[in-house]
């Protein structure tokens, strides 16, 4: 891409601390024939922090308009222009606007590149302690406890470090689901606030972990990041159990159920379905 071309570029904004923003980025805000924002009051804000001004023009571009703006913003490239595309912080497109118009952008045969910086995953997955060779990325867990414990139940034996983003008031109970589901030893990191004045990193067991969230009023942007699966074998139908009666007696059909952690835990689903229907009976 040689000057002139036009192009679409994801900038990577800071996650807390203003200080990370790249030359780079500060670069393209200033020249940039159209900077899209997630929210432009946020932009704003950052703007003034890194005492940068804008030559082009700044657009909103959310989950709500994502869709319809495309097209707009896909003539600036095809113009010759710069589209610079930034989300409230971290990376666009990782839970955040930008994916609809890199798609729209690669069907197109338009360029798209990226002005790397800061990333929420990336920094809880560091200061985690857990393992980094490798590791998956789920974003935010469902809300409804069933929809939140199925999710969890395909994770069960997955051996990877696995990050995730909640919000501070459903933290509490996404910590006790993952205790009952990947098993209250599964070590884990609670990440608050990374880079920002009152960052915290609480480092426990799953269940160590949902105990101290049940105990405070948990405020800031978080991420979860849990360890992976040990190379085990499958773990006893007796421990099982409980999950299944309790996600049954919730309202889920059991045989359902037991079909599900069967399958992401390994166990025989006969023995499961008897193990239930013995602990339910007692």
């Not at 913003?73 to 610079?84: A, E, K, M, S």
């Not at 995730?164 to 459903?170: L, V």
């Not at 067991?205 to 949902?210: E, K, P, R, V």
Request: hydrophobic share 45%; proline share 6%.
């Amino acid at each position: 891409m040689g000057p002139g071309t036009g192009r679409v570029v994801l900038a990577a904004t800071p996650i807390g601390d203003p200080e990370d923003a790249s030359p780079r980025l500060r670069r393209l805000l200033a020249t940039a024939d159209v900077v899209a924002a997630e929210d432009t009051r946020r932009l704003a804000g950052l703007l003034q922090r890194l005492d940068v001004r804008t030559t082009g023009r700044v657009v909103s571009h959310h989950e709500h308009n994502e869709a319809a703006r495309a097209e707009e913003l896909l003539d600036v490239v095809r113009g010759g222009g710069t589209v610079l595309v930034v989300s409230d912080a971290g990376m666009p497109t990782v839970s955040d606007p930008g994916f609809t118009l890199v798609r729209a952008a690669v069907a197109a045969g338009l360029p798209v590149t990226a002005a790397p910086g800061p990333s929420a995953v990336l920094t809880a997955l560091a200061v985690s302690g857990l393992p980094t060779d490798r590791f998956c990325f789920e974003g935010f867990l469902p809300r409804r406890p069933g929809d939140r414990r199925r999710v969890l139940a395909t994770l069960a034996r997955d051996p990877r470090t696995t990050v995730f983003f909640e919000a501070p008031h459903r933290l509490a109970e996404t910590l006790a689901s993952m205790a009952e589901v990947l098993g209250a030893d599964r070590p884990a990191a609670v990440c608050r606030e990374l880079t920002k004045t009152y960052e915290e990193v609480v480092r426990d067991s799953l269940g160590g972990l949902a105990a101290w969230a049940a105990d405070r009023d948990v405020r800031g942007e978080v991420c979860v990041v849990v360890g992976g699966a040990s190379a085990e074998g499958p773990p006893d139908v007796a421990d099982l159990a409980p999950e299944v009666v309790s996600r049954s007696d919730a309202g889920e059909r059991l045989k359902d159920v037991v079909a599900e952690v069967a399958q992401a835990t390994g166990v025989s689903k006969r023995d499961l379905y008897a193990a239930a229907l013995a602990a339910r009976a007692r």
